[in-house]
């Protein structure tokens, strides 16, 4: 199983960036996948992830209206489109699935069955 991650950027305060996670090895229609983001000198950060369903949980509070989870059946991808972006969002973006079911693992554990993750995606944003 490999993911790669990718569209990740510069871009100022206010601008817009899309993320992707393209897949191969696995199906993810079938699963659930998540985003997730490190900043420089922080932990990992759940961010948000989306069902076999697609129904999507968002993680983190700070993103609610401005990131959208998505996901391309046809084209094995998930996306994060990252919308009015700040500088607190500058970090390190990492998808992630596995092969644990098909309903997003809860809040309080949302690291649950990630056991396939790519490589990151680096998006700075600058004020």
């Known amino acids: 199983v490999q993911l790669q991650a990718s569209g990740g950027g510069l871009v100022q305060a206010g601008g817009s960036l899309r993320l992707s996670c393209a897949a191969s090895g696995i199906t993810l229609r079938y699963y659930y996948t998540a985003w997730f983001r490190q900043a420089p000198g922080k932990g990992r950060e759940a961010v948000a992830c989306?069902?076999?369903?697609?129904?999507?949980?968002i993680y983190t509070d700070s993103i609610k209206g401005r990131f959208t989870i998505s996901r391309d059946n046809a084209k094995n991808t998930v996306y994060l489109q990252m919308n009015s972006l700040k500088p607190e969002d500058a970090a390190v973006y990492f998808c992630a699935t596995g092969e644990y079911g098909s309903s997003c693992p809860d809040p309080r554990n949302p690291n649950y069955g990630m056991d396939y993750w790519g490589k990151g995606t680096l998006v700075t944003v600058s004020s």
């Open positions: 989306i069902a076999s369903s697609q129904a999507s949980t």
